[in-house]
């Protein structure tokens, strides 16, 4: 969380960055943490339809592998992606894409994770003047410091000389379609 003075003993919170706001090689430790409950693990398992029963069903998950309910992937992925939002993209114009998703080792109930990211690299886009995209590794660890998930995220954000929207555009509005700003396109 970052505070902005704007009048005399008076500051807005602020989350996310601009496009300036972010060099290659910088670290982020998101915080908080967050520990996995059993509710969490058999709600979105069961609202994304992945019925394995290694997620939901004590018996069978003491005669799997690890002995016990399996945290469920996608749960990870978003949670340890939500982590980074507040100090990443909180103000972003649009998601671009995962990529290099790594599963590092498995996560069970009652495990709390933390995640930090390390800024990749930041371009301005060729098609929408004003915005820049960046791309970060995060990689998520339990508190025991095992490292759980890692992956790359791109997205956009504005340029703070290119904040204001276009002329009848709102803010947010249109996101980026054009190829050539996805994050695998040729540069």
Request: hydrophobic share 35%; charged share 25%.
């Amino acid at each position: 969380m970052t505070l902005r003075r704007v009048k005399d003993n008076e500051y807005v919170e602020e989350h996310g960055g601009d496009y300036e706001d972010f060099e290659p090689g910088m670290v982020i430790r998101h915080w908080p943490g967050r520990t996995i409950s059993e509710a969490d693990n058999t709600w979105l398992t069961l609202l994304t339809m992945n019925q394995h029963p290694l997620h939901f069903d004590r018996h069978y998950g003491a005669g799997a592998e690890y002995g016990k309910v399996l945290v469920n992937s996608g749960i990870t992925l978003c949670l340890v992606g939500g982590m980074t939002v507040q100090a990443l993209s909180a103000r972003a114009v649009a998601n671009l894409g995962w990529d290099k998703v790594r599963l590092k080792s498995p996560v069970f109930v009652g495990d709390t994770l933390y995640a930090t990211s390390r800024i990749l690299g930041k371009r301005l886009s060729r098609s929408r003047p004003g915005q820049g995209i960046v791309t970060v590794e995060t990689t998520g660890t339990k508190s025991t410091g095992e490292t759980v998930i890692v992956f790359e995220r791109s997205f956009m954000v504005r340029c703070r000389e290119g904040a204001a929207p276009p002329e009848g555009r709102h803010p947010g509005e249109g996101a980026p379609s054009p190829a050539e700003d996805r994050p695998d396109a040729p540069r």
